[in-house]
C-alpha cells in the first residue's frame, strides 16, 4: 500500500517554529506557469496558490505564528491556523521545509 504525503501523523508544527526552504528545494515564481514553483535535483513541483503564499514566506526568520498573521492580514480573514499546520505537516513530510533545529513539535 502506497503512504499517503497527506497523512499529518506527526505533531503540529510549534508556532516558535521558523521554517525554511528545504536545502535541497528552491522556490521561485515561474511566469511562464504563473505560479510559484519548488525546484530540486529530480525536477519540479508546482504549487497552487495558497501553498505558494505560504512557502514564500518561509525563509528562516519568520515563526509559524507570524506566517499566519501575515496571511490573515494578506488575504483579510482568519482562523487559518490549523490549515496552515496541516499544510506544514505535508511539507515537513515532503521535506520541501525544514524547521530550525530545537524549533519543531
Same mark, same amino acid.
Given at each position: !500500500? %502506497? ?9 503540529? /508544527? ?8 528545504? &536545502?535541497?528545494?528552491? $522556490?521561485?515564481?515561474? *511566469?511562464?506557469? =504563473?505560479?510559484?514553483? $519548488?525546484?530540486?535535483?529530480?525536477? !519540479?513541483? %508546482? $504549487? ?5 503564499? /505560504?512557502?514564500? &514566506? ?7 505564528? *507570524? /506566517?499566519?498573521?501575515?496571511?490573515? *492580514? ?18 515537513? =513530510? ?5 524547521? *530550525? ?5
Amino acid at each position: !500500500m %502506497k503512504e499517503d504525503p497527506t497523512r499529518a501523523d506527526q505533531p503540529p /508544527i510549534a508556532l516558535e517554529a521558523r521554517p525554511r526552504i528545504g &536545502r535541497n528545494f528552491r $522556490l521561485q515564481w515561474e *511566469e511562464v506557469q =504563473k505560479a510559484w514553483v $519548488l525546484l530540486y535535483p529530480e525536477g !519540479m513541483v %508546482k $504549487l497552487n496558490t495558497s501553498a505558494g503564499e /505560504i512557502l514564500r &514566506r518561509c525563509d528562516g526568520q519568520r515563526t509559524v505564528a *507570524e /506566517i499566519v498573521a501575515e496571511l490573515e *492580514e494578506a488575504f483579510t480573514t482568519s482562523g487559518l491556523l490549523e490549515q496552515v499546520r496541516s499544510f506544514f505537516a505535508i511539507a515537513l =513530510k515532503q521535506r520541501w521545509i525544514e524547521p *530550525e533545529p530545537g524549533a519543531a513539535g
